[in-house]
């Protein structure tokens, strides 16, 4: 038996999505229908004014639209997101929005307790609406600021749920995990959807005389819909043309390594320093790749992913055995390399092999870089690489050309780096043999 919370996660990540769509279809039906008690047509209600229009209405579709881009060009998105600057972009942009949204909101909630007028033909539902969509919005600002680089966490996490509810199997191993904050923005989109035909509410939020004018108010919402249409169908090609690398550039170059090494997660969710693994970067000119000793004073121990541990636990529990050893098929090629068993004992008859990594970061042969002496100044990692703790496979973010470290080094010696005062050379021969 799982435990209690297993339980609860999955009737909220399981179940309930599809009854809030059953029970949104049966009522939407039965509203076009005119199939009694939904056959009365909404009563008019006062204007809502322009500025709450404005900032309401195309909030929400504004946030809406990023979702689904998000669910529709997750890697072109993560490849947006291999600029930091863009990076930055997309998330201030989303939380302004979001913000503006919320702001929004509050004025047609006002509004609504004011004027007897606007709550003209508003029932429980209706208020009921208003709430959902004030706590989801006010989740999702909590979300963004608690827990940044959405955009970057979200195709790994969030995404393969979402797909498997649309394959009609759902998983919620990626889900769980995820803290309470987030779960809560999930289940809240079902609770959403549950509520939304029940209301009188159900019209276009940023239209007025949508009864008076059926027809004009039809072609700008197809206008509407066919803009937003265009401007995410051109989204993947704006991110290929920022990104185009310059001839002789390497910008953009993503090797397969013989591992996949997710920085995501080791770099990302569980927070470990880059230095660990490339501990020579503090002393000496090169930062090393860490040898497959250092993988193993983890993975000794973790040697597939804790959800396929815990359910093959919960497995062997209730058929009365031992659990098995699970090896994911990533780890086992870092096993081979060492000549290990199963048992993760040396095995005579194998032999150890190195792993041969991909170097992606490559410099001509005429220039040198001392990765001490940028380290030991303060200059982080992702100056240069990016941010690197969202990439699943390491990626060149930066040019990497002359003019773009000479100007690094110009902006150091006016500001510094991390507060501190740095004097980095821009003479030829620092870098040139």
Same mark, same amino acid.
């Given at each position: 038996m799982g435990s209690p919370q297993d339980a609860v996660d999955h009737v909220l990540f399981g179940l309930l999505p599809y009854l809030a769509t059953i029970v949104c279809v049966v009522v939407f039906a039965a509203h076009r229908y005119r199939v009694p008690p939904f056959g009365a047509p909404p009563q008019h209600t006062e204007p809502q004014p322009y500025g709450e229009r404005l900032l309401f209405g195309y909030g929400v579709l504004i946030i809406l639209g990023g979702h689904l881009a998000a669910f529709l060009i997750p890697d072109q998105i993560r490849l947006w997101n291999n600029d930091l600057l863009r990076l930055y972009i997309l998330e201030v942009s989303g939380l302004v929005f979001a913000l503006l949204t919320l702001a929004g909101l509050l004025l047609t909630m006002g509004r609504c307790l004011r004027s007897a007028e606007a709550r003209q033909g508003m029932g429980f539902a209706d208020w009921l609406l208003y709430v959902v969509l004030l706590l989801q919005v006010g989740g999702g600002i909590g979300v963004a600021i608690l827990y940044p680089w959405g955009m970057s966490w979200y195709p790994t996490s969030v995404l393969p749920y979402v797909r498997s509810l649309l394959r009609l199997e759902p998983d919620i191993g990626t889900i769980s995990p995820l803290p309470h904050l987030v779960k809560l923005h999930v289940v809240g989109a079902s609770v959403l959807l549950f509520v939304l035909p029940f209301t009188r509410v159900v019209r276009p939020l940023i239209i007025r005389s949508w009864e008076e004018e059926p027809r004009r108010t039809l072609s700008r919402l197809t206008t509407n819909v066919l803009l937003i249409g265009l401007v995410f169908s051109l989204l993947p090609l704006v991110s290929l043309l920022w990104g185009a690398p310059l001839p002789g550039s390497q910008r953009g170059y993503e090797p397969a390594q013989p591992i996949a090494f997710s920085h995501r997660l080791h770099a990302g969710e569980l927070q470990m320093s880059c230095l660990y693994c490339h501990g020579d970067a503090e002393?000496? @000119?090169?930062?090393?790749?860490?040898?497959?000793?250092?993988?193993?004073?983890?993975?000794?121990? *973790?040697?597939?992913?804790?959800?396929? *541990?815990?359910?093959?636990?919960?497995?062997?529990?209730?058929?009365? $055995?031992? @659990? $098995?050893?699970?090896?994911?098929?990533?780890?086992?090629?870092?096993?081979?390399?060492?000549?290990?068993?199963?048992?993760?004992?040396?095995?005579?008859?194998?032999? %150890?092999?190195?792993?041969?990594?991909?170097?992606?970061?490559?410099?001509?042969?005429? %220039?040198?870089?001392?990765?001490? =002496?940028?380290?030991?100044?303060?200059?982080?990692?992702? $100056?240069?690489?990016?941010?690197?703790? %969202?990439?699943?496979?390491?990626?060149?973010?930066?040019?990497?050309?002359?003019?773009?470290?000479?100007?690094?080094?110009?902006? =150091?010696?006016?500001?510094?780096?991390?507060? $501190?005062? *740095?004097?980095?050379?821009?003479?030829?021969? %620092?870098?040139?043999?």
């Open positions: 002393k000496g @000119p090169h930062a090393s790749i860490a040898s497959a000793g250092v993988c193993m004073n983890c993975h000794r121990f *973790v040697s597939a992913p804790i959800r396929d *541990v815990r359910a093959e636990a919960e497995l062997a529990k209730e058929e009365n $055995r031992k @659990p $098995r050893t699970l090896i994911s098929p990533e780890l086992r090629k870092l096993y081979a390399a060492l000549g290990l068993n199963d048992q993760l004992q040396a095995d005579p008859n194998e032999l %150890t092999t190195p792993i041969r990594w991909v170097n992606v970061h490559n410099l001509p042969s005429f %220039t040198r870089f001392d990765h001490r =002496a940028h380290v030991n100044a303060g200059v982080e990692c992702q $100056r240069c690489h990016g941010p690197v703790e %969202t990439m699943e496979r390491v990626r060149q973010v930066e040019d990497l050309s002359m003019g773009w470290c000479v100007q690094c080094h110009r902006t =150091a010696n006016e500001e510094g780096i991390a507060g $501190r005062e *740095v004097h980095p050379s821009n003479d030829c021969a %620092t870098c040139h043999h």
